[in-house]
């Protein structure tokens, strides 16, 4: 089947308006807000979409019964972790302590900074050399070649774009119970069963269960260290996992929060040509959500398959030269890692003083266990201006937790105890945003 998309005259994919949008999202704003179809400077394309070609499951005639365009639409939104993470929708004040979206309340380093204001009065032109500089860098770094590298604005699109690539109506998609959520939504756009295998008793990804549930895989997804958990997998489980999957599947290795924890990166297996995909993102330890910047490190086939769903765009010189300018910074991951620490086992040690239940976690968030339905504590914490994250659904009680700066995890603390001895109770009821991610993610 061919479907075709819109993208904009510089190549790039842009969302349309599906009038049965499963999530009525696009830029967190509620789907009675979305404009109409956006149509600026649009060519129409044709494109390809090889893997929702074959023939439909039973189960998946109801994707398939929409226009190919509403397919291809549908494909294109992009769930991000800032949707997902829902105190954006009571509209928090600016004092609010907000530790519910896994951000970095350093932002980018001090030479990243400069490097922008230095660039700024460039920003006239395209410059497309910065991205050649960083992809050059990345792969001095990490030991790849460049044409194993692909940089977009941000992890989530190229986390997106991949399980568009691999997975559809007949290969499944294969990720941890709890896990990152946005891969989850790709696959539901491309009609392809969802798997949730639960995390094993240390949290870990259990990649024999992974295995066993998804033997018509496309793609198995791995979060190093997990999000929410913030706990590891060992590199010998992963393995495991890249040696026994099945044929035309691929791993794919989000390692977004991999600087903060003592994991062993995947990316030896992209090195010795496995089907793997690793992600990597600017967004975490380097501070730059909001700047946008991310990359994947792959074979070159298994890349181009993904470049069939979008990227290509041009890089925002500022994300640019600001992650350039980061990784110059030889000694940046190692302070960052260690203030996150820090900050983390001091609370870890208030939390453990206090006897509450946490699991013990190697990045900037951890799962808290409030001992009741965690949407209690939520409201509670916000009506003291402290946002804490989300629930999933497999785990009800606990809530997760950002690790911010140690002022921020000392308001924190004070907030919950004053809910956990019942000094401060509120309910702030459920958005309808909210109710339909969880509708969905159940
Ligand atoms: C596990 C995981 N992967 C990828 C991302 C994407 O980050 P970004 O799109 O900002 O690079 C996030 C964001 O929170 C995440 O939690």
């Given at each position: 089947?061919?479907?075709?998309?819109?993208?904009?005259?510089?190549?790039?994919?842009?969302n349309?308006?599906?009038?049965?949008?499963?999530?009525?999202?696009?830029?967190?704003?509620?789907?009675?807000t979305?404009?109409?179809?956006?149509?600026?400077?649009?060519?129409?394309?044709?494109?390809?979409?090889?893997?929702?070609?074959?023939?439909?499951?039973?189960?998946?005639?109801?994707?398939?019964?929409?226009?190919?365009?509403?397919?291809?639409?549908?494909?294109?939104?992009?769930?991000?972790?800032?949707?997902?993470?829902?105190?954006?929708?009571?509209?928090?004040?600016?004092?609010?302590?907000?530790?519910?979206?896994?951000?970095?309340?350093?932002?980018?380093?001090?030479?990243?900074?400069?490097?922008?204001?230095?660039i700024t009065?460039?920003?006239?032109?395209?410059?497309?050399?910065?991205?050649?500089?960083?992809?050059?860098?990345?792969?001095?770094?990490e030991?790849?070649?460049?044409?194993?590298?692909?940089?977009?604005?941000?992890?989530?699109?190229?986390?997106?774009?991949?399980?568009?690539?691999?997975?559809?109506?007949?290969?499944?998609?294969?990720?941890?119970?709890?896990?990152?959520?946005?891969?989850?939504?790709?696959?539901?756009?491309?009609?392809?069963?969802?798997?949730?295998?639960?995390?094993?008793?240390?949290?870990?990804?259990?990649?024999?269960?992974?295995?066993?549930?998804?033997?018509?895989?496309?793609?198995?997804?791995?979060?190093?260290?997990n999000?929410?958990?913030?706990?590891?997998?060992?590199?010998?489980?992963?393995?495991?996992?890249?040696?026994?999957?099945?044929?035309?599947?691929?791993?794919?290795?989000?390692?977004?929060?991999?600087?903060?924890?003592?994991a062993?990166?995947?990316?030896?297996?992209?090195?010795a040509?496995?089907?793997?995909?690793?992600?990597?993102?600017?967004?975490?330890?380097?501070?730059?959500?909001?700047?946008?910047c991310?990359?994947?490190?792959?074979?070159?086939?298994?890349?181009?398959?993904?470049?069939?769903?979008?990227?290509?765009?041009?890089m925002?010189?500022?994300?640019?030269?600001?992650?350039?300018?980061?990784?110059?910074?030889?000694?940046?991951?190692?302070?960052?890692?260690?203030?996150?620490?820090?900050?983390?086992?001091?609370?870890?040690?208030?939390?453990?003083?206090?006897?509450?239940?946490?699991?013990?976690?190697?990045?900037?968030c951890?799962?808290?266990?409030?001992?009741?339905?965690?949407?209690?504590?939520?409201?509670?914490?916000?009506?003291?201006?402290?946002?804490?994250?989300?629930?999933?659904?497999?785990?009800?009680?606990?809530?997760?937790?950002?690790?911010?700066?140690?002022?921020?995890?000392e308001?924190?603390?004070?907030?919950?105890?004053?809910?956990?001895?019942?000094?401060?109770?509120?309910?702030?009821?459920?958005?309808?945003?909210?109710?339909?991610?969880?509708?969905?993610?159940?």
């Amino acid at each position: 089947m061919d479907a075709s998309l819109f993208v904009n005259t510089e190549g790039r994919q842009t969302n349309t308006r599906p009038a049965d949008s499963p999530l009525g999202l696009h830029g967190n704003r509620p789907k009675d807000t979305l404009p109409a179809p956006f149509c600026g400077k649009m060519a129409r394309v044709r494109l390809t979409m090889a893997t929702i070609s074959d023939a439909p499951s039973k189960s998946r005639r109801s994707f398939l019964s929409l226009s190919a365009a509403a397919s291809a639409a549908l494909a294109m939104r992009i769930v991000t972790e800032p949707m997902l993470a829902h105190a954006r929708d009571h509209h928090p004040p600016k004092d609010a302590v907000m530790i519910d979206a896994n951000e970095n309340p350093l932002g980018p380093c001090t030479s990243a900074r400069e490097a922008i204001v230095t660039i700024t009065p460039q920003g006239g032109r395209y410059l497309d050399g910065l991205t050649e500089d960083l992809v050059d860098s990345i792969a001095q770094m990490e030991g790849v070649k460049p044409d194993y590298i692909t940089i977009q604005a941000g992890s989530t699109e190229l986390l997106h774009h991949t399980v568009c690539a691999f997975t559809s109506p007949q290969r499944s998609y294969v990720t941890a119970d709890p896990g990152f959520e946005s891969g989850m939504f790709a696959a539901n756009a491309m009609g392809a069963r969802v798997v949730k295998a639960p995390l094993t008793k240390s949290y870990a990804h259990d990649v024999k269960a992974m295995l066993a549930a998804g033997t018509d895989a496309g793609l198995f997804y791995v979060c190093l260290p997990n999000n929410p958990t913030g706990t590891l997998t060992s590199h010998s489980d992963i393995e495991y996992l890249v040696e026994n999957k099945p044929k035309g599947s691929i791993v794919m290795v989000d390692e977004a929060y991999i600087h903060f924890s003592d994991a062993t990166s995947a990316v030896d297996l992209v090195k010795a040509d496995k089907d793997v995909i690793v992600l990597r993102t600017f967004s975490k330890l380097y501070g730059m959500a909001g700047l946008r910047c991310g990359f994947a490190m792959g074979r070159p086939d298994l890349l181009e398959k993904m470049y069939a769903y979008g990227g290509g765009n041009f890089m925002p010189i500022t994300a640019m030269v600001a992650a350039s300018a980061s990784l110059k910074h030889t000694k940046l991951v190692d302070e960052r890692k260690k203030i996150n620490a820090d900050n983390r086992e001091a609370v870890f040690h208030w939390l453990d003083s206090n006897g509450y239940s946490y699991v013990r976690s190697q990045s900037n968030c951890f799962m808290l266990d409030t001992k009741r339905p965690a949407k209690q504590v939520i409201d509670a914490m916000a009506a003291q201006k402290v946002y804490i994250g989300r629930i999933w659904p497999v785990m009800p009680t606990y809530a997760r937790i950002t690790v911010g700066t140690r002022p921020e995890m000392e308001q924190f603390q004070a907030a919950f105890k004053k809910v956990m001895t019942g000094a401060v109770t509120a309910s702030m009821g459920e958005t309808t945003l909210t109710k339909r991610r969880l509708e969905l993610l159940t």
